[in-house]
């Protein structure tokens, strides 16, 4: 079995290592073997884990939820409910920040297109931006 160090581990997993160091401090990564170097030592099962962690954090889950998919991860013959929830969860999030965000860009669209191009004592993005009542939408 090849065991790499942890600049090898940040290059294929895709993890920079202070990410890395920072995942086994909160044990989201065990803490690896050891060479007689005293330099870290890791099995291809942690590359996969970090990957899984990398990936699950460029979707947006929190750290938790990511303790929670990994121990469901660790012992695959349990429900698939629990990682359910937690993608559910994750869904309706970003289905809010969508409309959030949609919400917004109406709102900056409504004031670049009341911008005449004139003086800044004209310009709507300058009188939006001082007085929020003049916004188009409440939540953005």
Not at 11 to 24: C, D
Not at 58 to 68: D, K, Q, S
């Amino acid at each position: 079995m090849k065991k790499i160090t942890i600049g090898e581990a940040s290059r294929e997993s895709g993890v920079k290592v202070p990410t890395i160091r920072y995942y086994e401090s909160i044990g989201l990564l065990p803490e690896p073997n050891r060479s007689e170097g005293n330099q870290r030592s890791y099995e291809p099962a942690d590359l996969r884990r970090l990957t899984f962690i990398r990936h699950a954090r460029e979707l947006g889950f929190e750290v938790e939820a990511i303790r929670t998919l990994l121990t469901l991860q660790d012992d695959p013959n349990q429900s698939c409910a629990s990682a359910d929830a937690i993608a559910k969860a994750r869904l309706i999030e970003v289905e809010q920040r969508i409309r959030s965000l949609m919400a917004l860009k109406a709102e900056l669209e409504l004031m670049v297109e009341g911008c005449g191009h004139g003086r800044v004592d004209q310009c709507r993005v300058i009188e939006v931006l001082a007085d929020h009542g003049q916004c188009g939408h409440a939540h953005h």
